[in-house]
């Protein structure tokens, strides 16, 4: 069955970095594109960052870019998210997400990591 | 302010039709398919709807979505205690070059 499994959260000071990894398993990874979604407490979801399968396109909204780096190993079917200056405002739990390449739609969700950002 | 607007709630008793809706934009809705994902506490969202009114396969067909013009809506007829979540709508947006979503709308079973 489809897994993805997400790890590399915790608790972080403002201005630090810190990158999370996605182990995936299940489908066919290479042909997926990728993406990462967060929910800060008692917010809603909000995407965060977008890979192609082949890694030659990458989107982030204005509120991490610049800031944040997506990436991808096809031969390990891992995502990985470069997260640098941190906010308080990141804090939030992360959930790495697998989309059938221009499906337009999260079709695969992880359970998810959390970030703290706190001094 | 999300780009995408949802009521923050909506309710009903068991057994009865409760109607989320989501309204978006020509950048978004207007152009794009839009999905719906619900969410409980503490678990991964999971897809319900997706190119405005696909079920994936496993989703039981009381839940039902359409799309008119910029407006999108999700319909769960015969409402059950399990269907106690969160639902956010989402879809692409040509003009920002990302995906938007809702900001959720928590739904009850009185």
């Known amino acids: 069955q489809v897994q993805l499994v997400e790890s590399g959260g915790g608790v972080v000071q403002p201005g630090t970095s810190l990158r999370l990894s996605c182990a995936a398993s299940g489908f066919t990874f290479g042909t997926y594109a990728m993406h990462w979604v967060r929910q800060a407490p008692g917010k809603g979801l909000e995407w965060v960052a977008s890979?192609?399968?082949?890694?030659?396109?990458?989107d982030f909204p204005a509120s991490v870019k610049g800031r944040f780096t997506i990436s991808r190993d096809n031969s390990k079917n891992m995502l990985y998210l470069q997260m640098s200056s941190l906010r308080a405002e990141d804090t939030a739990v992360y959930y790495c997400?697998?989309?059938?390449?221009?499906?337009?739609?999260?079709?695969?969700w992880g359970q998810g990591t959390l970030v703290t950002v706190s001094s | 302010q999300s780009v995408l607007t949802q009521p923050p709630s909506a309710s009903g008793t068991p057994g009865q039709r409760v109607s989320v809706s989501c309204s978006g934009s020509s950048s978004n809705i207007g152009s794009e398919s839009v999905s719906w994902y619900q969410h409980l506490p503490g678990t991964a969202p999971k897809v319900l709807i997706y190119s405005n009114n696909q079920r994936p396969s496993g989703v039981p067909d009381r839940f039902s979505g359409s799309k008119s013009g910029t407006s999108a809506s999700l319909a769960i007829s015969g409402l059950q205690s399990e269907d106690e979540a969160d639902y956010y709508c989402?879809?692409?947006?040509?003009?920002?070059?990302?995906?938007?979503f809702g900001a959720g709308t928590k739904v009850t079973v009185l």
């Open positions: 989402a879809a692409w947006d040509d003009s920002l070059k990302g995906y938007v």
């Open positions: 997400v697998g989309e059938r390449m221009h499906a337009r739609f999260f079709d695969y």
């Open positions: 890979i192609w399968f082949d890694g030659s396109r990458k």
